[in-house]
């Protein structure tokens, strides 16, 4: 299902306050600086001695000590890809904290009598600046497809289009069942690999004119372009037809389980494609769990 409604996602600032409380995992600190972490309000802090299993915290805290800066940072990203990361390093090993934000960190902190005060400022930097970073994004970093960001204008032209032709416009909708129970169980890389599988199938079954995009973690949508009128019949037969090539496939561990349906647009209806987007998922959402 989507992350968010649309209409918020839309709205939303990108220079928005952090006033939900900051889920933090730390990971090298000494005793005095987790107990005043903990201490500032607007954090829950978990202390771990290594990062093994995601958690899908907002924030990693990680001290660079005898560990490379860059084998540290690869393996903070492969558990955790969502958290803003901040390392902290003693002053004679600056060098390391600057290798760290070469390699994507959003943050970087000397361990001196500043560190308290500064911690706290820094991770709601951090986060901040890592949402930012995501809702920006307008294409996906996992299928290359457009994001919701990239799509949302392509398809509001199109309808805008469509009122002047007085054409209607049909989206093709398609959910991937067990996205979210794959990366439950297996984690993100698992899932990742699920959602290129799907991708691969959608830009198998789209015609050269049509426009996919990947506008939530388990949902794709398709914006059918050209002539609506037998259209959704040709993609929902490529689909179908993409599918059955999967599955048959010996070098994929599993078959493919989506939901898919489609809306339509009408001209002159006035309807927003929020709310074409926000009912077509609804109802997607109900017929996948049924």
Request: net charge negative; proline share 5%; glycine share 4%.
């Given at each position: 299902m989507m992350r968010g409604a649309f209409r918020d996602d839309h709205r939303r600032g990108t220079g928005e306050m952090l006033t939900e409380p900051v889920?933090?995992?730390?990971?090298?600190?000494?005793?005095?600086?987790?107990?005043?972490?903990?201490?500032?309000?607007g954090f829950a802090v978990q202390r771990v001695p290594v990062i093994e299993t995601p958690t899908g915290v907002d924030a990693v805290v990680i001290a660079l000590e005898s560990e490379a800066p860059l084998e540290a940072v690869r393996r903070v990203r492969t558990v955790e890809p969502d958290a803003a990361v901040v390392v902290v390093t003693q002053a004679d090993r600056r060098a390391d904290g600057a290798v760290a934000m070469h390699a994507g960190v959003e943050d970087h902190l000397v361990r001196d009598e500043l560190l308290g005060?500064?911690?706290?400022?820094?991770?709601?930097?951090?986060?901040?600046?890592?949402?930012?970073?995501?809702?920006?994004?307008?294409?996906?970093?996992?299928?290359?497809?457009p994001t919701l960001r990239g799509f949302a204008p392509i398809a509001e032209h199109h309808l805008r289009m469509a009122d002047r032709a007085?054409?209607?416009?049909?989206?093709?909708?398609v959910r991937v069942e067990e996205h979210d129970s794959l990366q439950a169980a297996l984690g993100r890389e698992a899932a990742d690999e699920l959602a290129r599988d799907a991708a691969g199938v959608v830009l198998d079954s789209v015609r050269d004119s049509d426009v996919p995009g990947r506008i939530a973690p388990d949902t794709f949508c398709i914006l059918l372009t050209g002539e609506a009128e037998g259209a959704e019949t040709t993609v929902l037969s490529r689909l179908v037809e993409a599918m059955a090539v999967h599955d048959a496939r010996r070098d994929r561990p599993r078959a493919l389980k989506l939901s898919v349906g489609t809306a339509r647009y009408e001209p002159g209806s006035g309807l927003h494609l929020a709310e074409l987007l926000e009912g077509a998922i609804r109802r997607l959402g109900r017929a996948g769990g049924a």
């Open positions: 889920s933090v995992l730390v990971v090298g600190l000494d005793d005095a600086e987790v107990a005043a972490l903990a201490r500032e309000d005060p500064l911690l706290p400022r820094s991770i709601r930097y951090a986060v901040a600046t890592r949402r930012m970073r995501r809702e920006l994004a307008a294409n996906d970093e996992v299928t290359s497809l007085g054409n209607p416009v049909v989206f093709v909708f």
